[in-house]
């Protein structure tokens, strides 16, 4: 159950429950995905095009873009719902997401990347202004294989005080990137 500002109680709705993305409204490409991109009005992508197109050279990249697709969708629900007055982050608007809310899997969702991974590798991608900066978290589009596609984001949607004045960027789509576990 959760309750409301003004202390009604509501049963919470579990992030397996989350609005889906129609299929017949996902792309079937990445190609197709990054001509689409405008659709998704509340968020900044800085990815590399390239590195986004070359998805597409693999076996599962229709699902992985669908994946991609509803991971942009959940993004942007969320960073729309900041905008108009929801106060979580985005984990907990993914774990009981606000009603018509499109949400992402919490067991594919990481918040921050362990220190040791940081450290040698670092998660620097590029930012809205031109800068690189650091983004942490990420979203888990394949779970198995050596490409696993990562989506990397940075939330700013509240960073600057005013939250219609922030953002949120998409600074990495492709590829699972090396960590500790990686040669």
Not at 137 to 145: I, V
Request: charged content about 20%; aromatic content about 10%.
């Amino acid at each position: 159950m959760t309750t409301s500002k003004r202390g009604e109680r509501h049963p919470a709705r579990p992030a397996t429950q989350a609005t889906p993305i129609a299929p017949s409204s996902a792309p079937h490409s990445f190609e197709e995905l990054w001509e689409r991109l405008e659709e998704w009005s509340a968020l900044t992508v800085t990815a590399d095009r390239r590195t986004v197109l070359g998805l597409d050279a693999h076996p599962q990249a229709r699902t992985w873009a669908a994946q991609a697709w509803a991971a942009l969708g959940a993004l942007n629900s969320y960073a729309t719902a900041v905008r108009d007055g929801y106060s979580g982050g985005f984990y907990r608007f993914c774990q009981v997401p606000p009603s018509g809310a499109l949400a992402f899997p919490i067991r594919r969702l990481a918040m921050a990347e362990s220190l040791p991974t940081v450290r040698r590798f670092g998660r620097l991608f590029p930012g809205p202004d031109g800068g690189l900066v650091e983004m942490q978290a990420h979203l888990k589009l394949g779970t198995r294989g050596t490409v696993a596609p990562r989506l990397y984001f940075l939330d700013e949607v509240t960073g600057a005080g005013d939250p219609s004045a922030g953002y949120l960027v998409v600074g990495y789509l492709g590829p699972h990137l090396r960590n500790r576990k990686t040669n």
